[in-house]
């Protein structure tokens, strides 16, 4: 069984020597349990935030741990009345060839709605996230428009498309002119700009000209600080992600923002409100039916980024964290 273990906290960015590769035997199933084979491992911005001390809104990994991780699977010996041998599941399984569960935190995925690679993604937390984050928090109505950052990833590519099917104005911010011209073309935004162009300020001002409505909060950094003079009283601000930040080791340098942040919470009566995708767990079959119906009837695009062998897994997730993935990364582990 291949795992890859946490070595060492992280100081900033990752390195190869915060992660150790470990072979051990293949687990047998007790009573209860089953085992499963990792087919697509997801590689995703938290955990970055689980490989540090903590605390957070999760545990920290301690150290030897197997890395954290969602997964499809397949079961490969059941001893759990719940599943059979070759259901397809999805759960936190881990960096690793096999996992053992106790049926607790698997969900079965439904091969009908699509390829099983997108229960990682369209079709599950990412998918989900961006679903409930908007829905709930950033309640967009027909004619406001919505901003949002990573608009190629995982998450920030369905805040948009959800976004068109409200009625919205969809205005993308991406890295690099591949990726804009993708969220344009492919996916249907109405605009998308590029966070590395020196004018990117004024050019998200221009593609926002009735101001923003609803700025679903993915990066931080650049991205949050043009936002800021664009929002239009009541707006409405879903805080998703910092990816920006996550490999941050000091405060970021510069004037503190927060003052004048308040001072427009108040005058502009902004709603700021974070959120971790599990506390809409009630709504996650509504939020799938929808996105799977969405994506069947062509409303609802999605791009993967799959990268091959799961001794890639560090680099591909140091990758991430700067933006060289194009679409929701995923692992592919074993054959489907
Ligand atoms: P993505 O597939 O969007 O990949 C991450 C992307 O972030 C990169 O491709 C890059 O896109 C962008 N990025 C990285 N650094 C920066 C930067 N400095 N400035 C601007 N953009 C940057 O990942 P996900 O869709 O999985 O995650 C998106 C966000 O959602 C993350 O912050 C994540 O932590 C959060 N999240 C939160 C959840 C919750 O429950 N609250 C659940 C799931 C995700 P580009 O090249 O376009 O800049």
Not at 108 to 131: C, F, R, W
Not at 219 to 241: H, I, K, Q, Y
Request: charged share 25%; net charge negative.
């Amino acid at each position: 069984n291949r795992q890859w273990l946490l070595a060492a906290r992280p100081q900033g960015e990752p390195k190869d020597s915060d992660f150790r590769w470990s072979e051990a035997a293949v687990p047998e199933p007790g009573p209860g349990e089953l085992l499963v084979r990792t087919i697509y491992l997801s590689l995703d911005p938290y955990m970055r935030g689980r490989m540090n001390a903590g605390p957070s809104y999760a545990p920290a990994l301690q150290l030897g741990d197997v890395m954290v991780g969602g997964a499809v699977s397949r079961v490969v010996a059941s001893r759990n009345p719940g599943f059979a041998e070759g259901d397809i599941v999805e759960g936190r399984t881990g960096w690793q060839d096999y996992a053992l569960s106790d049926g607790g935190n698997l969900r079965k995925v439904d091969p009908a709605l699509g390829p099983i690679s997108t229960a990682n993604g369209v079709l599950g937390m990412p998918g989900v996230t961006a679903y409930t984050g908007l829905l709930n928090i950033g309640q967009p109505k027909a004619g406001e428009t919505v901003v949002v950052a990573a608009a190629s990833g995982a998450v920030g590519a369905v805040v948009g498309q959800i976004g068109r099917i409200r009625g919205c104005r969809a205005v993308g911010v991406a890295g690099g002119a591949e990726k804009c011209r993708f969220v344009i073309e492919e996916l249907g935004f109405d605009a998308c700009i590029d966070h590395r162009d020196p004018d990117f300020e004024a050019a998200l001002r221009a593609a926002c000209p009735d101001g923003i409505d609803v700025y679903f909060e993915n990066v931080g950094g650049r991205v949050f600080d043009a936002v800021l003079p664009l929002l239009n009283t009541f707006a409405r601000v879903p805080v998703c992600g910092m990816i920006a930040h996550y490999n941050d080791s000091a405060p970021p340098s510069g004037p503190d923002r927060l003052p004048m942040y308040m001072r427009l919470a108040l005058t502009h009566r902004v709603t700021t409100r974070g959120f971790i995708v599990w506390d809409y767990q009630d709504q996650y079959g509504e939020a799938l039916s929808d996105l799977s119906g969405w994506v069947k009837d062509g409303r609802l695009k999605y791009r993967e980024d799959i990268v091959d062998g799961l001794e890639n897994a560090p680099k591909a997730f140091r990758g991430l964290l700067r933006g060289e993935n194009f679409g929701k990364l995923s692992i592919r582990v074993s054959d489907d």
